[in-house]
């Protein structure tokens, strides 16, 4: 075999290649390579939509990468990746270092890395197992990565101590004052207790339990980390905290800037395989968070072994178009003192980035005089950002979500009352930032500052419309804070129904200018089809965390419905949407009651029978009853609660020997947004001149949605 080998301007190097793939996910190798093949980078993430595959959406992601980007490096930076796999952060450290050598097991993973980052004329890939071509690597890399890597120590050493070999191989090769960066699963990460399968053996609590002696893969406590690098004379360490974990990472803190109450929300998604719910998470990470645990049982670690970085907190605004993809950062200057900085990610968002600076002019004229405080923005052109001082003090909605928790809703009210009346100062003034919710605004006693205003237009928004989206926007973080009715307070600043369908409809059209239409990771999650199981014994104790559309039925044999009694049928929604429920009752049965899911959705009834007879033909006598939804077609029904309900009422008569009783019913089910939903069932005409119309509703409202609008509170030619 030709020992170097060029694909575009990456060489790949087979000097140490066995001949064999040691590692591989099979089949779909060949379908990724024949996609970097075929697509650009920028195609990517149509191709993950269109898939709707983990693999693909974990090789091809942009996110991926994120574990890296925030990262400080030099331009003339020599780095080193170990276990390079498909390129998905190759690329990434191309466009930061001076060089990048990689060294990966697979030859067929490697010329994916290598044809997808075919445009970098800085990489050098290296195919065979690291210890073999370890002797041959320079000793002056600035940085090494071991990305999902180092958990794999074993394999790649072989001796008795791997992993403290592994380290002090690798320290061989790093220049004086380089750095080791570590990317690992916590092997106490809170997901694994709450009902995630550990991620490379596939079984539940592995890690929690100790992995056996012939485990292909190990993952460390933040402790055990700890004395590892001790063993190797590594006492220079930084931990960072990658959120929901560094495979897709979105928040990263450190321990020097911990998760606030509240901040952690993305926790049930699993990607990878379907997992069970044993608790909310959300509300154990806050519960531990408050007495200084959260490095414990954090999902993932970065671990940074060298010098540290000022960064001490990251977020990512990348699910967006080019335009306005971002990253936001929270570092210690030179004097020793936070501050808040925003970088564009893209070459296209840099406008949109500089352009905040506009934004924090206008509203310090607006609320001259008010009392309102903008956090201050100044530019700095030679890091390319725009940076900002850090406001001490409680969100707005922390601070609401307090009274919530105490149940104190004249408290409540009175920080409701209160927002408003500082946000309608000048109301007429035609600056607004249209993103004025409760998480953007700081309280620290009397002082109320606006700390991002990243969307502010030289428009005028009305106070009450302001305050519709920020308890819209509200609402939709938290379930617990829907024990708050909107409605009255509506009804107060005179928002009418009318107009709140105008209000959803722009916030649907924002949503689609910030994002370019692209899927949301939520979407993405349910059309790959991932599962999350309630076990049936603490499902009452686990309601928040139960997943959406898990299916519940009840029977009715002339005493009720009883909760112990009620059943969750093994059927689960297939990756259409659509399942079929074969239920089986006795001649005392009355009524069965399908619970179709656990938040608002859209019913389409495809096809049911009792005792093999069509109901919906007129074959059987069984009246369907939608006890808290509304009929939207002959077919088809739309509720907007978290409890939908569907009631088949079973006529005596009907009723025959035991064991010929079953009704069987095949749905489809949409999970939709409960503003969605409102604004369908609110849509919905007079009962008596319902029938006609109700066909067309959901087609109306879906052209509405997907129209662009040139909406008030985008930049135009004017501005």
Not at 202 to 221: M, R
Request: hydrophobic share 35%; net charge negative; with cysteine.
């Amino acid at each position: 075999m030709q020992e170097n080998v060029k694909i575009g301007n990456v060489t790949l190097n087979f000097k140490h290649y066995s001949g064999v793939d040691l590692y591989s996910d099979g089949a779909i190798e060949n379908d990724l390579l024949e996609i970097v093949k075929k697509y650009k980078k920028e195609e990517y993430q149509k191709v993950i939509e269109e898939r709707a595959n983990w693999p693909i959406l974990y090789h091809l992601s942009e996110q991926r990468s994120n574990i890296v980007e925030w990262i400080p490096m030099a331009k003339t930076a020599k780095v080193l990746e170990v276990g390079s796999g498909c390129g998905a952060i190759t690329g990434m450290l191309s466009k930061k270092a001076g060089e990048v050598v990689a060294c990966d097991l697979s030859r067929r993973r490697s010329e994916i890395n290598a044809t997808r980052n075919q445009e970098c004329d800085n990489v050098t890939i290296h195919v065979g197992n690291f210890r073999d071509i370890e002797p041959d690597l320079p000793r002056d890399f600035d940085f090494i990565f071991l990305i999902g890597v180092f958990e794999y120590g074993q394999g790649y050493i072989g001796t008795d101590n791997p992993y403290e070999k592994f380290l002090r191989m690798l320290q061989r090769h790093l220049k004086k004052g380089g750095r080791i960066v570590i990317a690992i699963e916590n092997r106490l990460g809170l997901k694994y207790f709450a009902g995630c399968a550990e991620d490379h053996l596939g079984s539940y609590f592995t890690g929690i339990e100790g992995y056996s002696p012939d485990s292909v893969a190990k993952t460390f406590t933040r402790n055990g980390l700890i004395n590892i690098f001790k063993k190797c004379g590594m006492n220079e360490y930084h931990f960072y905290y990658p959120y929901p974990d560094y495979k897709l990472m979105t928040l990263l803190h450190s321990d020097d800037y911990l998760p606030k109450f509240g901040e952690l929300q993305d926790n049930v998604r699993n990607f990878d395989r379907d997992r069970l719910v044993l608790f909310n998470e959300k509300r154990a990470y806050e519960d531990l968070s408050k007495d200084g645990l959260y490095p414990e049982f954090a999902n993932s670690f970065e671990v940074i072994l060298g010098p540290g970085f000022d960064t001490i907190y990251s977020k990512y605004s990348n699910d967006r178009v080019s335009e306005f993809k971002i990253r936001t950062d929270i570092a210690i200057d030179k004097a020793g003192r936070k501050v808040i900085k925003k970088f564009p990610l893209t070459e296209e968002a840099r406008e949109h980035v500089f352009g905040i600076r506009d934004a924090y002019l206008g509203l310090v004229e607006k609320y001259r005089g008010g009392d309102l405080e903008i956090n201050d923005c100044q530019i700095n052109e030679q890091e390319g950002c725009a940076v900002f001082s850090f406001v001490n003090g409680v969100p707005l909605a922390s601070l609401l979500d307090q009274c919530i928790d105490r149940d104190d809703m004249e408290a409540f009210e009175a920080l409701l009352n209160e927002y408003l009346k500082r946000i309608r100062y000048k109301e007429d003034y035609p600056v607004s930032d249209y993103d004025l919710i409760f998480s953007n605004i700081m309280v620290n006693g009397p002082i109320w500052t606006i700390i991002d205003y990243e969307w502010t237009y030289g428009k005028c928004i009305p106070a009450k419309e302001s305050m519709w989206r920020a308890l819209y926007c509200y609402r939709l973080e938290d379930r617990k804070r829907e024990k708050f009715d909107p409605k009255p307070l509506f009804n107060k600043l005179g928002i009418t129904e009318k107009e709140i369908q105008v209000l959803l409809d722009e916030e649907y059209a924002f949503q689609k200018y910030v994002t370019g239409n692209r899927k949301s990771m939520v979407e993405l999650w349910k059309d790959i089809g991932r599962k999350v199981i309630v076990p049936k014994e603490i499902t009452n104790t686990t309601s928040a965390a139960r997943p959406d559309d898990q299916i519940q039925i009840y029977l009715d044999n002339g005493e009720g419905y009883s909760e112990d009694e009620s059943m969750f049928p093994e059927e689960q929604y297939d990756d259409k949407n659509t399942v079929t429920l074969d239920i089986r009752v006795d001649d005392t049965c009355n009524t069965v009651r399908i619970d179709p899911a656990f938040a608002p959705c859209m019913v389409t009834i495809l096809n049911a029978t009792w005792n093999s007879l069509s109901i919906s033909e007129g074959g059987a006598d069984v009246n369907i009853n939608p006890v808290n939804g509304e009929w939207i077609s002959d077919d088809s029904i739309i509720f907007n609660s978290d409890d939908p309900n569907i009631e088949f009422s079973l006529t005596s008569d009907r009723l025959s020997v035991k064991q010929k009783n079953h009704l069987v019913v095949k749905l489809l089910m949409t999970l939709i947004p409960r503003n969605a939903a409102d604004a369908v069932i609110s849509s919905l005409p007079e009962p008596e001149a319902a029938v006609p119309k109700k066909k067309n509703i959901i087609k109306k409202l879906g052209e509405k949605i997907s129209q662009r609008r040139e909406a008030r509170y985008y930049k135009d030619d004017e501005e």
